[in-house]
């Protein structure tokens, strides 16, 4: 199949060529502005109790807008918020908002100072009067509008006469930080577009040693993630797609695409280099190269489509923008890449440094730097395995302290200026949390509504005592309360849930600490049996590749203890705080959601390097090598080209490293570690040690099993 194709790519290559880039060229006209279709929301579960209980409460009372957005004003050093002055200015700033913004601002929910139809409260402003707040509605059904909503205002509660006369004034709430979140984001895939791919265009030029081939690999990735934003704007249309998308489009798409490319360019290189025609060495190329790009990225779609099990929108729409985007390099891959070496042959080296270019034989590659290494490896295969597996097991230890949490201010940096004053709000209001707990309550009234409060004040980690929101509607009334710390929630909400009510009576337990406690139950309600069928569909598709069910099950032990080692570097960076101080973070729980998008990929990855080794095994193996030569062969010829790849992946991923947020630099310094781990330890140590170890049971498999592959087409011969 695959050589047929390769021929015809050669064949048609002008047409291929066209074609593809015609098609991928329209797919990123359509995308242009995509990112102003995606959501801000999908962090929760919709099936949940909180979830339930909050779509009750909103749609009887109408969203709870009090902590949109908290305007902090502090009195100039020796004054009060009573200052004439001082309150002329804020109070002509906050009567205008809603005047002057009735599209972007909804109200004024209430504030100390005196606006007209505005609730004012002593409570507002603290005990010395130097501090005072206002609470501010953003119009908006939903994260994505109230976000981009406030966007569009946030600088309107800024008052230059406050800021003169020596007072300040902050802006937090949920909406700001929500806002901060995604500015950061946005400056983050700036940062790679600036950084990244520059530093991937040098990495490839010394890689080939020439600018014609280290262009191709840009080439397919630059069309890819273009390509794959048309493909994200397309999915708006029918679903809901987080922002985190885009970074993970650009992240897969980029380094994905162009290590298929690599791979593709290096094997078409070998090929001339061993004396063959342009013709034959595409068709080798895509027969070979070709093939197991289309495996790997099967593989890898597996693994992520492992996302699709769990009922959080946000790993949903990062399942449908990562497949789409892994699918569409493999076919930018197989399609143009081959149609452009078709049109160049031998001026793939064109504009080179001849002393730099890496065109080898077959012969002088299996007798390099990466030969020489595998068959030393293979001398004391025991030694090697023992110390590897040890040492991937010390460092898995720290995933004992592993805590799971969710998205809030804490992952900005602590100086940043919207968690600065989050920060101060609760010091200075304790009794007014931007994130409550809520108890929404349906069938009580008078005594027995008593007892139900009373049982609720009883709960752990409360600041104050649960009051309600308003009078109550249609048999249902709403309290909250706040607690002293978000992240601790757990014990406060199972106290709750455990709360006795009067027959006839229903009590839920909702607001942001429910809804992420809810989430995180979900994921890890789920967790297993994903993990269990994930791991069954790569073995099987594993098998159905190279004809061995040994080789998929140690691929998949490798995977698992290199995966362990991520988390545990993870956990040691993030939970216990090593490096905080200077890599700008506050430690604490990981983001649930973001580290099992981190676990997914590196599983894809890691299974996409051992398929690459695999293959140049397994060809080796079918043209009558032992086991040892077909692992130092194997090694050899993808020993250089796996390394290359994990750079550039590193260099793509690690621009994210620089990011203000923490959740990205879970990401950078994840993909690093696994990288590093897996291109290097694993596949170039511990593979060849543990095939040396396993010899020719390494291809074993039952006789049956075998006859299926082969009438599946998908044990062809390698020429």
Same mark, same amino acid.
């Given at each position: 199949m695959f050589a047929?194709?390769?021929?015809?790519?050669? /064949?048609?290559?002008?047409t291929?060529?066209?074609?593809?880039?015609?098609?991928?060229?329209?797919?990123?006209?359509?995308g242009?502005?995509?990112?102003?279709h995606?959501?801000?929301?999908?962090?929760?579960?919709?099936?949940?109790?909180?979830?339930?209980?909050a779509?009750?409460?909103?749609s009887?009372?109408?969203?709870?807008t009090e902590?949109d957005? &908290?305007?902090?004003y502090?009195?100039?050093?020796?004054?009060? =918020?009573d200052?004439?002055?001082?309150?002329?200015?804020v109070t002509?700033?906050l009567? #205008?908002l809603?005047?002057d913004h009735?599209?972007r601002?909804?109200?004024i929910?209430g504030?100390y100072?005196q606006?007209? @139809?505005v609730v004012s409260a002593?409570a507002?402003a603290?005990?010395?009067?130097?501090?005072?707040?206002?609470?501010i509605?953003?119009?908006?059904?939903?994260?994505t509008?109230?976000?981009?909503?406030?966007?569009?205002v946030k600088?309107?509660f800024?008052?230059?006469?406050?800021d003169?006369?020596? @007072?300040?004034?902050q802006?937090?709430?949920?909406?700001a930080v929500a806002?901060?979140?995604q500015?950061t984001?946005?400056?983050?895939i700036?940062r790679m577009?600036?950084l990244?791919?520059?530093?991937?265009?040098?990495?490839?030029?010394?890689?080939f040693?020439?600018v014609?081939a280290?262009?191709l690999?840009?080439?397919? @990735?630059?069309?890819?993630?273009?390509?794959?934003n048309?493909?994200v704007?397309?999915?708006?249309?029918f679903?809901?797609?987080?922002?985190?998308?885009?970074?993970v489009v650009?992240?897969?798409?980029?380094?994905?695409?162009i290590?298929? @490319?690599?791979?593709i360019?290096?094997?078409f /290189?070998?090929?001339?280099g061993?004396? /063959?025609?342009?013709?034959?060495?595409?068709?080798?190329?895509?027969?070979?190269?070709?093939?197991t790009?289309?495996?790997?990225?099967?593989?890898i779609v597996?693994?992520l489509?492992g996302?699709?099990?769990?009922?959080?929108?946000f790993?949903?729409s990062?399942?449908?923008? #990562?497949i789409?985007?892994?699918a569409?390099?493999?076919l930018?891959a197989?399609?143009?890449?081959?149609?452009?070496?078709?049109i160049?042959?031998? /001026?793939v080296?064109?504009?080179?440094l001849?002393f730099?270019?890496?065109?080898?034989s077959?012969e002088?590659?299996e007798?390099g730097?990466?030969?020489?290494?595998t068959?030393?490896?293979?001398?004391?295969?025991?030694?090697?395995?023992?110390v590897?597996?040890?040492?991937?097991?010390?460092?898995?230890l720290?995933v004992?302290k592993i805590e799971?949490g969710?998205i809030?201010e804490?992952?900005?940096?602590?100086d940043n200026?919207?968690?600065?004053?989050?920060?101060q709000?609760?010091?200075?209001?304790?009794g007014?949390?931007?994130e409550?707990?809520?108890?929404? &309550?349906?069938g009580?009234q008078?005594?027995s509504?008593?007892?139900i409060t009373?049982?609720a004040n009883?709960?752990?980690?409360l600041?104050?005592?649960?009051s309600?929101?308003?009078t109550?509607?249609?048999?249902?009334?709403v309290?909250k309360?706040?607690?002293?710390?978000?992240n601790e929630?757990?014990?406060?909400?199972?106290?709750?849930?455990g709360?006795e009510?009067p027959d006839g009576?229903t009590?839920?337990?909702?607001?942001?600490?429910?809804?992420?406690?809810?989430s995180?139950?979900?994921?890890?309600?789920?967790?297993?049996?994903?993990?269990?069928?994930?791991?069954?569909?790569v073995t099987?598709?594993?098998?159905l590749t190279?004809?061995?069910?040994?080789?998929?099950?140690k691929?998949?032990?490798m995977?698992?203890?290199?995966?362990?080692?991520?988390?545990g570097?993870?956990?040691? &960076?993030?939970i216990d705080g090593?490096?905080a101080?200077?890599?700008?973070?506050t430690?604490?729980p990981?983001?649930a959601?973001?580290?099992?998008l981190?676990g997914?990929?590196?599983?894809?990855?890691?299974?996409d390097?051992? +398929?690459?080794?695999?293959?140049?095994?397994?060809?080796?193996?079918?043209?009558?090598?032992?086991?040892t030569?077909?692992?130092r062969?194997?090694t050899?010829?993808?020993?250089?080209?796996?390394?290359?790849?994990a750079?550039?992946l &590193?260099v =793509?991923?690690?621009s994210f490293a620089?990011?203000?947020?923490v959740?990205?630099k879970?990401?950078a310094?994840?993909?690093i570690?696994a990288?590093?781990?897996?291109?290097t330890?694993?596949?170039?140590f511990l593979?060849? #040690? +543990?095939?040396?170890?396993?010899?020719?049971?390494?291809w074993?498999?039952?006789?049956s099993m075998?006859?299926?592959?082969?009438k599946?087409?998908?044990?062809?011969k390698?020429?």
């Open positions: 047929t194709w390769g021929d015809l790519v050669h /064949r048609w290559r002008y291929v060529l066209g074609v593809m880039v015609a098609g991928l060229l329209a797919m990123a006209a359509y242009v502005g995509f990112e102003n995606l959501s801000q929301g999908g962090f929760d579960d919709p099936g949940s109790e909180s979830v339930a209980a779509t009750l409460a909103d009887t009372f109408g969203r709870d902590g957005v &908290i305007v902090l502090t009195a100039p050093e020796g004054k009060t =918020v200052d004439p002055a001082f309150t002329a200015a002509k700033s009567g #205008s809603v005047a009735p599209d601002i909804a109200k929910n504030t100072f606006v007209d @139809g002593a507002l603290t005990e010395d009067k130097r501090h005072a707040i206002a609470s509605a953003i119009v908006g059904d939903d994260d509008e109230l976000t981009n909503n406030f966007q569009d600088d309107a800024y008052i230059p006469d406050v003169s006369q020596g @007072g300040d004034v802006v937090t709430g949920l909406q806002g901060a979140l500015s984001m946005s400056e983050d700036h577009e600036i990244a791919i520059p530093a991937v265009a040098v990495l490839l030029f010394f890689v040693g020439g014609v280290a262009a690999p840009l080439i397919v @990735g630059g069309l890819t993630v273009v390509g794959a048309g493909i704007r397309l999915f708006t249309d679903t809901e797609v987080n922002t985190f998308v885009a970074p650009s992240m897969v798409g980029l380094g994905l695409a290590d298929y @490319g690599l791979f360019v290096s094997r /290189r070998e090929e001339l061993d004396g /063959r025609t342009t013709a034959d060495a595409v068709k080798r190329s895509v027969m070979t190269a070709g093939r790009v289309v495996f790997s990225a099967t593989m597996a693994s489509g996302l699709l099990l769990f009922p959080h929108g790993l949903k990062v399942a449908y923008g #990562s789409a985007t892994v569409l390099a493999a930018t197989v399609t143009v890449l081959p149609a452009l070496l078709a160049l042959g031998p /001026r080296d064109a504009l080179g001849k730099m270019r890496k065109t080898r077959s002088e590659i007798n730097m990466w030969g020489k290494l068959s030393s490896v293979m001398r004391r295969p025991i030694k090697v395995a023992v590897i597996v040890l040492g991937l097991l010390v460092l898995t720290p004992g799971f969710g809030n804490t992952y900005l940096p602590p200026p919207t968690r600065v004053a989050q920060a709000f609760d010091e200075l209001f304790p007014q949390r931007t409550p707990l809520k108890l929404v &309550i349906e009580a008078g005594s509504l008593g007892q009373k049982q009883e709960a752990p980690g600041v104050e005592k649960f309600p929101t308003g109550s509607k249609d048999g249902i009334i309290f309360a706040g607690l002293e710390d978000r929630s757990s014990e406060a909400i199972e106290h709750l849930r709360i009510g009576a009590v839920s337990v909702t607001g942001t600490p429910a809804i992420e406690y809810d995180i139950e979900a994921l890890e309600e789920r967790l297993p049996l994903t993990a269990v069928l994930v791991v069954l569909v099987l598709l594993m098998f190279f004809g061995s069910l040994i080789l998929p099950i691929a998949v032990l995977t698992a203890l290199g995966l362990g080692a991520t988390m570097i993870l956990t040691w &960076i993030f090593h490096g101080s200077l890599m700008n973070f430690p604490g990981i983001m959601m973001i580290l099992l981190i997914a990929i590196v599983f894809g990855l890691s299974t390097y051992e +398929v690459f080794l695999l293959s140049r095994m397994v060809e080796a193996r079918e043209k009558g090598a032992s086991t030569d077909a692992v062969i194997g050899a010829h993808s020993g250089r080209i796996i390394t290359a790849a750079l550039i &590193i =793509v991923t690690g620089f990011s203000d947020l959740m990205m879970y990401i310094y994840g993909m570690a990288l590093i781990i897996d291109a330890v694993i596949r170039m593979v060849p #040690s +543990v095939m040396k170890l396993l010899g020719d049971s390494a074993w498999a039952p006789k075998k006859k299926v592959q082969q599946l087409g998908l044990g062809e390698y020429l």
